[in-house]
């Protein structure tokens, strides 16, 4: 006991508490150390260190956000940066992109980083039979020339403004060439941890390299573990015991429990994830503009924010661009709950009366059902009916969605416009859930995308979020906030990111020990 | 001797049927169920064309019963054939970089060994307990302690899982900080880290089990108190305890090891609920995740374990009972 006496340690705690109450930021200097231990929803048996295959938070946490690196980083600020690149630029028609690359940068088995590694991560997500979420974005690019070991040049089908940024997403993740698929086993990246076990589903135990090109500004922490606790009780109570230091995906049923316990963090932020109920507009009465206006002003949105969400979420405007997008436009007329206005659009339709099903599941979002018949109750003000029809939980994806005239689903958004628009809304793509077809929104689409002007391009992409909120047949209630906790022994540089969860799931990297 | 072995090898042929036609009506269920592994692992992404890769990889684009007689054929084998989980992944990377990992054994086998564990533990602390309970309520029949000890077992095996495992959470790791409330054990945890972490689930599953032995066991000593030689052992004099240690137990066991087997098959079967609330990676876990995913080959197998565990502790259970009986060991 170095000579400190029991009065000189209750000093101290006394002192340590004022501070505390002074309200000075304990963010000091980040400093080294520790093992952080997570407690992450969304692992799988089926879990493995193939990017391509990611989808859920645990891998994504584990793989986007601590063994391997991309080519550009997402700040938490939301500004792009070089993460495996170290700058980048374009032609004027956003066709050809010239990106250098960082030197000495060495994989976990301590191969040399390169531009033939680019290529190779590049490919694997159009190669025979690979089934990659990031194929659209990688089969848009029709040539890659390695100039030197440092240097590529990237042309793509079409001018795209925003390629950068679709650079930083968690499926491509840099893998070393000719040993991808050893890289795929043991998890070899050139991220701030590599992997000392890996138990799909499980668990994972991961430590620091030596030195890393993010010294001094990332990576905190000695060694991580992650355990799979897919259980939301189970998950509160880890953290509320002290057996894990951060939990991803808080229930807010026991909310309150954890914001009342003293050692414990919630932090939230609203990002793009959000809930939709597309229409079919090939389908009657949903091919009708004022149809599809009545509905939109059937839903009370509030309410469902408060019901549905339990409050940790914000009323959205019937269009997919969130506040973490960068060209989020919140100027637009709020599409309000007006039962009289929807009564008489419905008779402008010319319709005495309207009647729709609506399909839903909760596979479909966390009480979808429960929003569908809160809609139901909400619409029949407005004397619409809408018969809710619950749909099994499987093979939703596959049986309801895109195939009835009307169901409920969700998006978790994409970090830019362009992304999130020709996903689900762009003419002809597979997942086009509305197949709405407006001319103005179609052409701005493709005018937008290869537009390098910041200040044009915030002007298209607004109005076509206008165009989407007034004609669109997608009503979209709400965004859900990513709602996440932490033990207050863990601290951050007070910036989080709202990408994702979890500080846009590099919370391993970004956090430390106070 | 003879008539024992016998009895096993019946015993055990019966018990081959009946894993022949768990695996039968189990591919059938799974079958039946809406939706297959392609949409599952597929979710939101399922297009048509993902759809249709995935099952051609997968074989499962073959009809029912060309499906079940090739699982059939390699399960005959030994080869409980390969998780589609483990399968799907070396597709994606688009050779047999996969080939060797993820067989249904690999991925069971470590999950086996936790829930034996598990098992282990509580049938350490359950089984004598539950049996010493049982004597001394049969002893102290009608009294304070008897009731006390049937009110407490039976309202906690009247007590949803979840709930006594919530209770043993609340006063033993959050209000006395005495044990974790996580028992994520993994490979290369020191034995008694491992001991310490399974010590709560554990102590769920004792107060779950206890009661059905407990009481069977009280039940089947009072039922021979009754009887003629009971009553000429308590005339010479003999202690109660004595009484019912040395002369009803011996002739209790039988119903008593019956009701321990069903217990003992419970806690390798039943236990998903408690492996969940304390994030334990036992086999109950993987089998529902795989039942989610519509992984038939792990599905499979787990079910034939469990059936397996039924009939081997039954038989076993069978053959104690005999063992236990002079009049059955020598039959005239």
Not at chain 1, 387 to 409: H, L, R, T
Not at chain 1, 425 to 438: L, T
Request: glycine share 8%; with cysteine.
């Amino acid at each position: 006991m170095s000579g400190l006496s029991r009065r000189g340690l209750l000093k101290t705690g006394v002192a340590a508490s004022m501070l505390a109450a002074t309200g000075v930021p304990a963010r000091a200097e980040a400093k080294k150390g520790g093992t952080l231990r997570l407690g992450i929803a969304g692992a799988n048996t089926s879990d493995s260190w193939d990017a391509r295959t990611h989808s859920d938070s645990f891998m994504i946490m584990l793989a986007y956000g601590a063994v391997f690196d991309c080519l550009t980083e997402i700040g938490a600020d939301g500004q792009l940066k070089g993460e495996l690149a170290e700058s980048w630029d374009a032609s004027a028609d956003a066709k050809v992109w010239n990106f250098k690359l960082r030197k000495g940068v060495t994989f976990h088995n301590g191969k040399a980083f390169g531009a033939d590694d680019v290529i190779e991560s590049l490919n694997m997500h159009v190669a025979e039979g690979a089934k990659s979420a990031a194929q659209p974005i990688v089969s848009a690019i029709t040539n890659m020339e390695k100039i030197n070991d440092h240097e590529i040049v990237f042309t793509l089908e079409a001018g795209n403004a925003d390629f950068p940024f679709l650079l930083s997403d968690y499926h491509i993740v840099m893998y070393p060439a000719g040993q991808v698929e050893e890289a795929i086993a043991k998890g070899i990246g050139t991220g701030m941890y590599k992997v000392e076990s890996f138990d799909p589903g499980v668990r994972a135990l991961l430590s620091r390299v030596d030195s890393h090109y993010k010294d001094g500004s990332a990576g905190w922490f000695d060694s991580v573990e992650a355990v799979a606790i897919n259980d939301a009780s189970a998950r509160m109570n880890a953290l509320m015991t002290g057996q894990v230091d951060a939990v991803n995906r808080v229930d807010f049923k026991t909310e309150p429990l954890l914001r009342a316990n003293p050692t414990v963090n919630i932090f939230e932020v609203t990002g793009n994830q959000h809930y939709t109920f597309p229409m079919l507009t090939n389908l009657s009465p949903f091919d009708n503009v004022k149809v599809r206006q009545a509905l939109k002003h059937s839903i009370n949105r509030q309410e469902m924010v408060d019901k549905i969400l339990l409050g940790h979420g914000r009323v959205a405007n019937d269009h997919p661009i969130g506040p973490a997008n960068q060209y989020f436009n919140d100027d637009i007329a709020q599409n309000t709950y007006d039962p009289d206005k929807a009564k008489s659009l419905i008779k402008e339709a010319g319709l005495d009366g309207l009647t729709v099903q609506l399909s839903a599941a909760n596979a479909a979002f966390a009480g979808a059902v429960d929003a569908a018949q809160l809609y139901q109750a909400s619409a029949k003000a407005a004397g619409i009916n809408i018969d809710v029809i619950q749909e099994p939980d499987d093979g939703y994806w596959s049986n309801v969605w895109m195939k009835k005239a009307w169901c409920a689903c969700y998006w978790s958004g994409r970090s830019t416009e362009d992304w999130m628009f020709s996903t689900a809304y762009e003419a002809g793509v597979p997942w086009w859930d509305s197949k709405w077809d407006n001319s103005r929104f179609q052409e701005l689409l493709l005018t937008a995308r290869a537009e390098l002007d910041s200040d044009k391009r915030r002007d298209m992409y607004g109005e076509m979020q206008q165009i989407m909120s007034v004609d669109g047949a997608t009503v979209i209630p709400m965004y859900a906030n990513y709602v996440d906790a932490h033990s207050t022994k863990l601290t951050n540089s007070g910036t989080i990111g709202n990408v994702f969860q979890m500080d846009s799931s590099r919370l391993v990297e970004r956090w430390w020990f106070a | 001797m003879g008539s024992v072995s016998k009895i096993i090898l019946q015993r055990l042929g019966l018990g081959l049927v009946t894993l022949f036609v768990v695996s039968i009506v189990i591919f059938t269920a799974v079958n039946l169920l809406p939706g297959d592994f392609a949409q599952s692992i597929l979710g939101q992404g399922a297009t048509k064309d993902a759809v249709e890769a995935i099952r051609k990889d997968l074989g499962l684009d073959q009809p029912f019963f060309a499906r079940y007689l090739d699982w059939l054929s390699g399960a005959v084998r030994g080869d409980l054939g390969t998780s589609f989980a483990a399968a799907n992944f070396s597709s994606f990377v688009g050779s047999d970089a996969g080939s060797g990992l993820g067989t249904v054994a690999q991925t069971i086998a470590p999950r086996f060994e936790n829930t034996m564990f598990l098992a282990g533990v509580t049938a350490m602390i359950a089984v004598p307990l539950a049996v010493f309970l049982g004597v001394l309520a049969a002893l102290y029949r009608e009294t304070i302690f008897d009731r006390a000890a049937n009110i407490f077992t039976l309202s906690s095996i009247s007590s949803p899982e979840f709930f006594l495992a919530y209770v043993l959470i609340l006063v033993l790791a959050v209000l006395n900080p005495i044990l974790p409330s996580l028992s994520n054990i993994f490979d290369g945890m020191s034995f008694s880290e491992r001991l310490e972490r399974t010590l709560l689930p554990a102590l769920t599953l004792t107060l779950i089990v206890t009661a059905h032995m407990m009481r069977m066991t009280r039940a089947a000593i009072i039922n021979l108190l009754a009887s003629p030689y009971i009553e000429m052992a308590r005339l010479k004099g003999i202690s109660p305890m004595r009484v019912i240690v040395k002369h009803a137990l011996p002739n209790a066991l039988a119903p008593i090891i019956n009701v321990i087997a069903l217990n003992l098959a419970y806690l390798i079967t039943g236990v998903v609920v408690v492996e969940t609330v304390f994030v334990y990676p036992g086999i109950g876990q993987l089998f529902v995740d795989s039942v989610k995913l519509r992984d038939i080959p792990v599905v499979q197998a787990c079910c034939l374990i469990f059936a397996g565990a039924y009939i081997l502790l039954n038989l076993a259970a069978d053959i104690m009972s005999i063992l236990s009986n002079p009049r059955l060991r020598h039959p005239k």
